[in-house]
């Protein structure tokens, strides 16, 4: 059972890149899944969620109108679009607790698979 992000990479600012999170062993498309970073010498904090159940979406204000989570075949995808420098991070993907009964998605408590992050650098 594993996960990954993959999809990160250096953009300049205002810049777009498209994450991924695919799974092997199990199937995405019966979790929640979480989108996360992490900054340099800052905490985790988490940036989006999709339902399992009927697609829904969910955004950190930091990033709302600028960043689309979405699913397709299995995978999760995080389409960020007018990159600003502080959305440099490594980002990560997290699979829903189905044995948690909390409705916190954006607390790192409703996750327990995850997997690799990849790095976001956004600079000129």
């Known amino acids: 059972v594993q996960l990954q992000a993959s999809g990160g990479g250096l953009v300049q600012p205002g810049g777009s890149l498209r994450l991924s999170c695919a799974a092997s062993g199990f199937t995405l498309d019966y979790y929640d899944i979480g989108w996360f970073r992490q900054a340099l010498g800052k905490e985790r904090e988490w940036v989006s969620c999709?339902?399992?159940?009927?697609?829904s979406t969910y955004y950190a204000d930091s990033v709302k109108g600028r960043f689309t989570i979405s699913r397709d075949n299995d995978k999760v995808y995080l389409q960020v679009n007018s990159l600003k420098p502080e959305d440099t991070a490594v980002y990560y993907c997290?699979?829903?607790?189905?044995?948690?009964?909390?409705?916190?998605?954006?607390?790192?408590?409703?996750?327990?698979?995850w997997g690799q992050g990849t790095q976001v650098t956004v600079s000129s």
């Open positions: 997290a699979v829903q607790n189905s044995g948690y009964r909390g409705s916190d998605y954006y607390t790192e408590r409703y996750y327990d698979l």
């Open positions: 999709i339902s399992k159940i009927d697609g």
